[in-house]
């Protein structure tokens, strides 16, 4: 059983830097696609940002420059910069692991408000 255990997150004024990190526990396949997701109130889930187990990623075109993904195969983690925030980063964030199947974290509140 896979199991995503989000931390980091909460609230900061505009311009504020906040992380995010994400654990994966369980059967964990040696190559696999890890990241993040955001859903806004009342809107859907976008990709925020995405690493391989070999290192490549992808970014949101509104978080790049900003936001930084990094990852630790060894620990089966990810974690997030966020930096320069702004407003429209205010979201419930979701962590995402693909191996054979998709897994979501249980999401985590990033407030960006002065």
């Known amino acids: 059983q896979v199991q995503l255990v989000e931390s980091g997150g909460g609230s900061v004024q505009p311009g504020g830097s906040l992380s995010l990190s994400c654990a994966a526990s369980?059967?964990?396949?040696?190559?696999?696609?890890m990241g993040w997701y955001r859903q806004p109130l009342g809107k859907q889930r976008e990709i925020v940002a995405l690493?391989?187990?070999?290192?490549?990623?992808n970014y949101a075109d509104s978080v790049k420059g900003r936001f930084t993904i990094s990852g630790d195969n060894a620990k089966n983690t990810v974690y997030l910069q966020m930096n320069s925030l702004k407003p429209e980063d205010t979201a419930v964030y979701f962590c995402y692991l693909r191996i054979a199947n998709s897994y979501w974290g249980q999401g985590t509140q990033v407030t960006v408000s002065s």
């Open positions: 690493i391989s187990s070999h290192g490549g990623t």
């Open positions: 369980g059967s964990i396949q040696s190559s696999y696609l």
